[in-house]
């Protein structure tokens, strides 16, 4: 990503510094990961007894697992999707409904903090759209 991110930078070259600037500020506005508050969290990998790092990433409008190394989108659930969710001290559980096949949990000490944000992204877009109430915190 790092990369991709100064290759665009040096295709600015000879530009006022100005409009250089306001190219660079669009081109980061345009990356997929732009705007994302992210979190360290733990996951189970399949068939497995064992945790991996993962990056869990949220947004207003959607919540998004990353690859911790490669910082890669491995998958993204619109924060619509959210029926329920639950934090403890060291977990949070997702709960996407009709929308996954089961419910997505995660070690992580920042659970509430995650709930929160979760929380406060859920009543931006209810108060945007005047949606519904169907989405609740356990």
């Known amino acids: 990503m790092e990369k991709k991110i100064f290759a665009e930078h040096r295709k600015l070259i000879g530009m006022t510094e100005l409009n250089g600037k306001l190219r660079y500020i669009k081109y980061c506005r345009e990356l997929?990961?732009?705007g994302v508050t992210f979190f360290l969290v733990k996951e189970k990998m399949k068939g497995?007894?064992?945790l991996v790092p993962r990056l869990l990433g949220i947004t207003k409008e959607?919540?998004?697992r990353?690859?911790?190394?490669?910082?890669?989108?491995?998958?993204?659930?619109q924060l619509?999707?959210?029926?329920?969710?639950?934090?403890?001290p060291d977990s949070l559980t997702l709960?996407?409904?009709?929308?996954?096949?089961?419910?997505?949990?995660v070690k992580t000490q920042e659970g509430e903090k995650i709930s929160r944000l979760i929380s406060?992204?859920?009543d931006h877009h209810k108060n945007?759209?005047?949606?519904d109430k169907t989405t609740q915190r356990k």
């Open 128 to 131: 945007k759209t005047g949606g």
């Open 48 to 50: 497995k007894n064992r």
């Open 62 to 64: 959607k919540i998004m």
């Open 32 to 34: 997929k990961t732009y």
């Open 80 to 88: 619509t999707t959210v029926k329920r969710w639950e934090a403890s």
């Open 95 to 105: 709960d996407f409904g009709d929308y996954s096949i089961s419910n997505y949990s």
């Open 66 to 77: 990353v690859d911790e190394k490669t910082k890669k989108v491995i998958q993204e659930w």
């Open 120 to 122: 406060q992204c859920i």
